[in-house]
């Protein structure tokens, strides 16, 4: 099958990853435990109604899992498999859970083992998410992020051979990926995905965070690994001994570096430091992002959140410029997620340089020997 490991069959799993994090100018990572930032930041537009909104659609979530999940159990709902290998990546609870940075390690692994990786993912607000589309067929894009969505089109940008599929129809951009010849798929959030089969889904999770769950506890019977943030250890072990089939790791979310908005030069996350900047994102988590900034002793003169995949009309990019100007920042800082719809959009800052906060997950060995596991030497039968 096209994507076995070919001639990196005999590289060690630990000389793969020590690759990939040379890669790194500089690497600070962020465990779990209390924010940083416990009080909200002084200028926010995102709607404190959310939690309301969120709390009834856990309510909603749980209970329609619970349902589908019972009639695949009952053999009424029938679960698809595709004819490559199925790796998940999902979590339990509402909103960002470092999924995006997860799946990009992954592919980087599958990569550097010599397998042609495709991810699938919805698509989320982009004009493909109901009709379906290929962003990127390895070789060149066919869209942006107004069709594929913004975490595709980031993946693409970081990963130009892999394969991007996007759309609400998961099972068929499968079928698509393997006849494209691509040896594997990573899903993107997956886990409540009960239509497609899977050879692994990797679940991750915060037991600190009070987001609003799509499922409870007990849905973790069904995965194969746990991700836990690094910094509950305690909660590690509670976990291995009440799902004892469950492979129970911790990550830590590290900084790698900065880059200026549309350009490729990377420069340490230190650089700026001392710098009047202003910071804003659209992301699940911001609390998250301005965490980050804090770790590598950046502290913005302007924080601004906007609401999780926002597509930054003209008016919030006009506001934007004007805050900085009157406040006389040096620059501005955002994330990856946030940059793919603003590399054409550059004008809007007055001149002001936008630099980009670069972010991977810190990740043990075992959890890529895991990973390594479902895809056997040449000629021999494929596992699952």
Known sequence: ??????????????????????????????????????????????????????????????????????????????????????????????????????????LAFLECRGIRPALVSRGYKGSWEKTGGVLSDGTRLFGGWEEAGDEPCLIARRFPKAGIYVGKHRTRSCLAASEAGFGAVVLDDGFQHIGLARDLDIVLHDPASRAPLREGLPALRRAGILLLKMGHRADASAFAARFPTLDVFEYAVVVKDLSLLGDDEVLPPGALVGDDLSAFCGIARPGRFFDLLRGL????????????????????????????????????????????????????????????????????????????????????ARLG
Request: with cysteine.
């Open 297 to 380: 002793r950046l502290g913005p003169v302007i924080r601004t959140e906007f609401p999780d995949h926002f597509p930054y009309p003209d008016a919030a990019l006009e506001k934007l410029a004007a805050d900085a100007a009157a406040r006389r920042v040096k620059a501005f800082i955002t994330t990856e997620k946030d940059a793919v719809k603003l590399l054409d959009r550059t004008a809007f800052f007055r001149g002001i340089p936008v630099y980009v906060l670069r972010i991977g997950l810190d990740l043990p060995e075992a959890f890529f020997e895991k990973i390594a596991g479902l895809f056997p030497p040449k000629n021999e």
């Open 1 to 106: 099958m096209e994507g076995e490991i070919n001639g990196a069959e005999g590289r060690k799993g630990g000389e793969i990853r020590a690759a990939q994090k040379a890669e790194s100018t500089q690497r600070v990572k962020i465990s779990g435990g209390a924010s940083l930032f416990p009080e909200p930041p002084p200028y926010s537009i995102v709607s404190r109604q959310m939690n309301i909104l969120l709390g009834a659609y856990s309510l909603v979530s749980r209970t329609a899992c619970r349902a589908k999940y019972a009639l695949v159990k009952a053999n009424i709902r029938s679960v698809r498999r595709a004819p490559l290998p199925v790796l998940s990546v999902g979590n339990l609870t509402v909103g960002g859970s470092e999924k995006t940075p997860l799946v990009m390690e992954i």
